[in-house]
C-alpha cells in the first residue's frame, strides 16, 4: 500500500512543489492549508491531491485535522513542516504581536503537527519527519529576530527528535532553503530582492521544486541513517 504523506502549507509555495513531488513518486498526499480556499479548490483541481484546512498555531485543530487525514487516507508515514509565515520588522519596532504569531505558526506549529503523529510512527516503527526550516535561522537576518529565531528552533527540535525516534525506525531531518521564487519572497521589494539575488553565487533565486526533490529524498527509505541532518539549498549563498 502506498505510503501516506502530510505536507502543512502544502498547497501553495513550496509546499505545493513538495505535495506533487511525493505524490509523483507514489505517496498518497494530503495537503493541509490555513484559509486560502481559492488556492486549495485550484491547486486540488489542477493535481488531484486533497486538501485540509486547519491553523497549526492550533493544537487541537492540528490534532483533529490529522485524525481526519488518517481516516481518510490511512496512517501518516511521512509528514512535512513546511507551513510558515513572516511578520518582519526591526527589533526595536517588533511588536509582541508579531514575535508570537511567527512563533505560534512556525514554530509550535512544528510541535503541533509532529506530535500527533509520533505514537503511530513508533508504534509501526518507521517514520519521516521533515521540517522547512530557512537559511535565516542558520544566519539571523535583519528585521527577522523573530521569524530566525523559529528556524533555528527547527534544527534543535529535528536534531532531538532523531535521537529519539532513531530506534524506532523514524528518522527526523531539516531542510535550509536560501531564497526560492515564492510569493513569500516576491513579496519582498523588488530593490531589496535585486540586492539578495546579488549577494546569491549561483546568481539565482531557488526554485521551489529543488526543495521538493531534497523532501522525496529525505522521505524515502534511501535516506534511513540520515538522521538529525540540515540540508543547506542555497546556491552557494554560505552564512560567516
Ligand atoms: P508561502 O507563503 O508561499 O505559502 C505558505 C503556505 O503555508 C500556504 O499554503 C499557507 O496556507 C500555509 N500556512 C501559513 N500559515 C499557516 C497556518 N497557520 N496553518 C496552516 N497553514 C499555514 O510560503 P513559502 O512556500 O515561501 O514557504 C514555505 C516554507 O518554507 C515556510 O516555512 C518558509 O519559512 C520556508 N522558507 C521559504 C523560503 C523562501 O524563499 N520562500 C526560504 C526559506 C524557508 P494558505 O494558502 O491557506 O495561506
Known amino acids: 500500500m502506498a505510503r501516506v504523506a502530510l505536507v502543512t502549507g502544502g498547497s501553495r509555495g513550496i509546499g505545493a512543489a513538495i505535495s ?9 498526499v494530503a495537503a493541509n492549508y490555513a484559509g ?15 486538501t485540509y484546512k486547519w491553523n497549526v498555531a492550533d ?16 496512517p ?3 509528514v512535512v513542516a513546511n507551513a510558515g509565515i513572516t511578520r518582519d520588522a526591526p527589533f526595536h519596532k517588533m511588536t509582541p504581536e508579531q514575535w508570537h504569531q511567527v512563533i505560534d505558526t512556525n514554530l509550535t506549529g512544528v510541535f503541533n503537527t509532529v506530535h500527533p503523529v509520533w505514537p503511530g510512527m513508533r508504534e509501526r516503527k518507521f517514520g519521516r519527519v521533515i521540517v522547512i526550516s530557512s537559511i535565516n535561522g542558520q544566519k539571523g537576518q535583519f528585521a527577522q529576530v523573530n521569524y ?12 532531538s527528535l532523531a535521537q529519539e525516534g532513531a530506534r524506532a525506525g523514524i528518522t527526523a531531518n ?19 530582492r535585486n540586492k539578495i ?3 546569491i553565487p549561483a546568481g539565482r533565486l531557488g526554485e521551489p521544486d529543488e526543495i521538493a526533490r531534497c523532501v522525496a529524498f529525505l522521505a524515502s527509505d534511501d535516506s534511513g541513517f540520515i538522521n538529525g541532518s540540515t540540508i543547506s539549498a542555497n546556491g ?5
Open 20 to 28: 506533487k513531488a511525493l505524490n509523483d513518486a507514489g505517496y498518497t
Open 36 to 50: 486560502n480556499d481559492e488556492a486549495a479548490a485550484k491547486f486540488t483541481a489542477e493535481t488531484g491531491i486533497k
Open 59 to 74: 493544537y487541537d485543530a492540528s490534532k483533529s485535522g490529522i485524525a481526519q487525514v488518517e481516516s481518510d487516507l490511512g
Open 76 to 78: 501518516i508515514d511521512v
Open 148 to 159: 530566525a529565531a523559529t528556524k533555528a528552533g527547527d534544527l534543535g527540535i529535528v536534531k
Open 174 to 192: 531539516a531542510i535550509c532553503p536560501g531564497y526560492i521564487a515564492t510569493e513569500m519572497v516576491m513579496a519582498i521589494p523588488e530593490e531589496v
Open 197 to 199: 539575488i546579488a549577494g
Open 236 to 240: 552557494a549563498q554560505f552564512f560567516v
